[in-house]
């Protein structure tokens, strides 16, 4: 993993100004997600090494996270399986979940994507922890505390998420008194309302902040109601909603469920009548098109019918569709037990399954493993030279493109889109770079000419030089349309 897109912007501004500069850029700047910042900073910070570490890291912390999470709910449940069954169902919604997508890359390995758009829903499934493990009176306190904070932050971290969280919670509370004996029905309420009250008040301050009123200014945000943005909105989400159901890959969730049903070992008569499992699947299917449409609607001003392909985007609403399948098929290996018939061979059948697409997966991240290594020696190589050119005195350099996986780098479409050159050149303390043209190895030759041309420039225009500085500086307003 080396830098690419936004984090050419980031961090030069995380080293040269620490936490309040990434903070003072998002807030009053770029589109005023304080929390984005703050993880923004955790990683940016040791530079390079912080990219090399991030997808490691951010892996392990949502694969703890969920399985933690898997682990409080089947005792919930009224449900008892062998050990390890938890971390096996788990493991399957984290790969379905980072490695499912279309594009790995920009999902999950990139940093400014991750921090936005996936961790903040895995966040939001923490957030229940405490809820299910509450059985005294400071337990359940506990709980909403914890939930209200998770929600506030959330609603400085993820626009979309919170969009979810809130579809969510409010689908809970309206399926609350059927789902839930009264003695623990008036705390799930209170638990619900909680995150949505720490989830509004946290998207009020993001709502209000100068970054977030800036980037709806640039983009429009008052056509987000039009007949014609709606309209596309819902072309774009049926779009996405086809290739979510068509992506074979995502029977792996619904084959995990349906094992973690077979291999249950508590009698039926502990668990919940089945009626609150279907209830829970059909409020399940309401709240992903509910919350996925109102997702597209947000993000078009800003991507456009790119909302089709920016598959980071769909990360928010996509964790609730793997856990929908793997409710789905907990009920289907319900009922057949409840059928009566034996187990041994949808058992098999589905171990089988499962360990098809763990297979699949690794074979589709073979090629990104390759470009990302190929990519990585090409950058390494590049940025010794370019830091190497820099502490002799350049100001003007070439820069060769390193595209991967469909991320922006700087002079693309054929040259014609700069972004992020200036913050390249901030990074390599640089007055600007260029297109390189040529292959690596007459750099040298490219850059004395570049030299020469300078040097030979008689006096030039002032509006044009105050033109050229405006594009260096250390928060430019372009970045945020990438973010």
Known sequence: ???????????????????????GKFYYLDNGRVMNAVLVWCYARFGVAGQQWFGLISGALMLGLLWAAVAGTLPRAGMTVPRGVPL???????????????????TFYWPAASVSHTLPPVFACAAALPLLRATSRRGRGFALLTVFVAGFL???????TCVVGVVVLSCLLLISGRIFPQERRTFFRGWCAAGITGIVIGSLILLSSPGSRHRRERHDAASILTPESLLASLRGFAHIAAILLTTWQYLGAF??????????????GRLPPMRCGTLLARTGVCALLVSGYLCTVIAYPVF?????????LWNDYLLLYILLLVLLGTLLGRAWRESGRPTGLPTAAAASVYVFVCLALAVSLVHLDADMAVRARKWDHQDHWLRSQSATGAKVLPYTRLPISKMTEPFGDDGRKPWPASCVAHY??????????????HRHLQTQSITRRDRSTPARDPSSSKARRSLFPLAAAHTTAHQ
């Open 1 to 23: 993993m080396r830098p690419s897109g936004d984090d050419w912007c980031f961090l030069p501004v995380v080293r040269d100004g620490g936490l309040s500069a990434i903070v």
């Open 88 to 106: 096996l169902l788990a493991s399957m919604v984290t790969a379905m979940f980072l490695f499912g997508s279309p594009n790995t890359y920009k």
């Open 154 to 160: 959330l609603g400085t971290l993820s626009e979309e």
């Open 255 to 268: 084959v995990a469920g349906l094992l973690l049903s077979l291999l249950t070992r508590e009698h039926e």
């Open 304 to 312: 456009g019918p790119s909302v089709m392909t920016s598959t980071r």
């Open 428 to 441: 390599y303390h640089l007055e600007r770079v260029v297109l390189a043209t040529g292959p690596p190895e």
